[in-house]
């Protein structure tokens, strides 16, 4: 509706003429020639759960060999809530093995991804991940995404019931194609329009990439401002009410663009599940439905819902979001959000269950010479005894252990160097996290996962030498300023600009409540802890009796 067809960016067309994702993946599949895949199956593989990538360490000496570059692909499971059973691990490990680059990693969206799968391997990873009841349908592309949901079976008693509101949502809207079964599991059916019809996504899809997510208060583990929809638990006496709507959330911005901006989700409403679910359900597929017809389909740099938000005024908005749903929403309810972190080590919930989080530095499952994470991870899977569940903040917390079944686990943990390992990184270290950005990430400006912890190891330094060793600050770093490790929902975020060169954002809460902001530009390592020792120096001398360095750098080092 709001854009003319001549002006509709090239996506557009491709998904259009498509016949339901289809695109030319089988013929790029079976070409021999090339590790790659044709161009426009490129945005179409996406949303089949999986991209085209290269490894860009070894751009320049394939260049030099005249060789094409050594392309692969990543695949991202479909996980909503972050769940696998034992049985899924071990099948997981396996794979990861057998066709990938052998490390696991768990993204900031609570799933897992596996790269450096070449071309050949993609069906047989999609096959395999199928047979242990897994799949990557729609964990890209201009889709709802993976539904996130806050991790861990202690916060409430209600958590399992979340959790399953996470499951629904995330099926509820799922595309209706059949292509994924027909490209990658050889479902032998012919492309039938009216068969597939989908009433939701029609042929056109969403103008971009659509997240959602699901907080219980007080702990904003799953960063519930960050979502496309956030939804907040509101629960009474114990009893889950409904759930606040947050729409517009989006933490991308473009350097040198000033129409791109960072945004929190606002909260619209309030929506009662007390008699039954059909009203939260319907609000949630207008919500996309909206976007679907009023999203800028010009330029995918203006097309998340933030920005069809803002054009239309939340006003507007919410009036025709209600005349679709033919009911009002009611006034957002309270609550309170307290903090984001995860609880490192054992805890006990309310049904006597055990569960132990395992420190993940930046979501990579491996064995490391301080752990033997994989290791681990696998021995405590063949037990059968302990779930997988995964957080936002990249970690693993491995859940559901009976009392009799606990010192088992607790003996693998000990054997393979994993409580140690979690105990004795720093507070700033447990907090922290970081995009995948290079080799594999085509969009990164900078290093992330692969240079944070050594920074870490350095910005401890800084703090203890002002005495500030513990305070629990959160640290984020982006290669580039898309966003993927939320940096601009930390204390300290960085953003990269250039090999070696970051952004240095401050001044955001503990809850991800509030957004940072840009506090001093494109700085190499020396200048970030010339800078930061100078800040903690000032937050040593005025900090405020219990104030955190977000609240303080907000407050004071900020214009
Ligand atoms: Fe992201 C694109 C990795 C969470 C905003 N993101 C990418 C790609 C696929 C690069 C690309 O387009 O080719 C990265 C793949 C790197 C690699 O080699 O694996 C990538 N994003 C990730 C992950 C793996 C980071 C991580 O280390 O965990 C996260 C996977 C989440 C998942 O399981 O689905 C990931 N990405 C996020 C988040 C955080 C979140 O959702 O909570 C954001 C910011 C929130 C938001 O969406 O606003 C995020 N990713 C982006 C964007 C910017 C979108 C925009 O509005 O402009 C892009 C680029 C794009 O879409 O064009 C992007
Ligand atoms: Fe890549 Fe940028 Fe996302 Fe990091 S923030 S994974 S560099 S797109």
């Not at 219980?216 to 638990?233: E, H, M, T, Y």
């Not at 401890?460 to 966003?483: F, K, S, Y």
Request: glycine fraction near 8%; proline fraction near 4%; charged fraction near 25%.
């Amino acid at each position: 509706m709001s854009t003319e067809k001549k002006n509709l960016s090239p996506i557009e067309k491709i998904k259009e003429v498509s016949q339901g994702l289809r695109g030319t993946l089988k013929e790029s599949l079976k070409d021999e020639i090339t590790g790659a895949i044709r161009e426009d199956d490129t945005a179409l593989v996406k949303f089949h759960g999986m991209y085209m990538q290269d490894d860009r360490d070894r751009r320049e000496e394939r260049a030099a060999k005249k060789l094409e570059r050594l392309y692969s692909f990543m695949i991202r499971l479909r996980l909503p809530g972050g769940f696998l059973t034992p049985e899924q691990w071990v099948a997981t490990h396996n794979i990861a093995g057998d066709n990938s680059t052998g490390v696991i990693k768990i993204t900031t969206r609570q799933t897992l991804q596996l790269h450096g799968i070449v071309k050949s391997k993609t069906k047989p990873t999609i096959k395999a991940f199928n047979q242990a009841g897994l799949d990557s349908i729609a964990a890209c592309g201009d889709v709802n995404r993976n539904v996130v949901a806050s991790a861990n079976p202690l916060e409430s008693p209600l958590h399992e019931r979340i959790f399953q509101y996470a499951d629904r949502i995330s099926e509820y809207l799922l595309p209706k194609t059949r292509s994924y079964y027909d490209v990658w599991l050889d479902e032998e059916k012919i492309y039938d329009k009216v068969e597939e019809e989908d009433p939701l996504y029609q042929d056109r899809y969403l103008p971009r990439k659509f997240k959602i997510g699901l907080v219980i208060p007080p702990n904003n583990d799953s960063d519930v401002f960050a979502q496309d929809l956030g939804l907040i638990a509101i629960i009474e006496n114990n009893e889950l009410k409904g759930f606040n709507l947050a729409v517009g959330g989006g933490l991308s911005f473009t350097h040198g663009n000033a129409e791109t901006y960072p945004r929190l989700a606002t909260e619209i409403g309030f929506v009662s599940t007390e008699e039954s679910d059909e009203k939260l359900f319907k609000a949630v597929y207008e919500i996309l439905t909206v976007q679907r017809d009023f999203g800028n389909r010009a330029d995918r740099k203006l097309a998340r819902l933030k920005y069809t938000v803002d054009n239309m005024g939340l006003d507007v908005f919410r009036a025709e979001l209600e005349k679709r749903t033919g009911f009002a929403l009611e006034a957002v309810r309270p609550y309170t959000l307290t903090t984001r972190k995860d609880h490192y080590g054992w805890t006990q919930s309310n049904t006597g269950r055990w569960h132990y989080t395992v420190f993940v530095e930046n979501g990579r499952i491996t064995d490391l010479p301080s752990a033997a994470l994989k290791t681990a991870m696998l021995e405590v899977a063949q037990t059968g005894k302990a779930n997988f569940r995964f957080t936002c903040n990249q970690n693993v917390i491995l859940s559901d252990i009976t009392a009799e079944d606990k010192a088992a686990i607790e003996e693998i943990l000990v054997k393979h160097q994993v409580i140690p390992h979690t105990e004795a990184a720093s507070l700033v270290r447990q907090n922290a996290m970081a995009c995948v950005a290079l080799p594999t990430c085509p969009l990164a400006l900078a290093e992330a996962q692969r240079y944070l912890p050594e920074l870490i190891t350095k910005i401890d330094g800084v703090l203890a030498h002002h005495g500030l060793q513990d305070e629990e600050i959160i640290i984020r770093m982006t290669g580039c300023p898309n966003g993927c490790g939320r940096s601009v929902l930390s204390e300290i975020g960085f953003v990269g600009t250039a090999p070696g060169h970051y952004n240095l954002n401050l001044g955001g809460d503990e809850q991800g409540q509030r957004l940072n902001k840009l506090y001093k530009e494109n700085l190499d390592e020396a200048a970030i802890l010339q800078e930061l020792d100078i800040a903690f120096g000032a937050f040593k001398q005025n900090r405020l009796a219990g104030e955190r360095f977000g609240d303080f750098a907000y407050r004071t080092l900020l214009n």
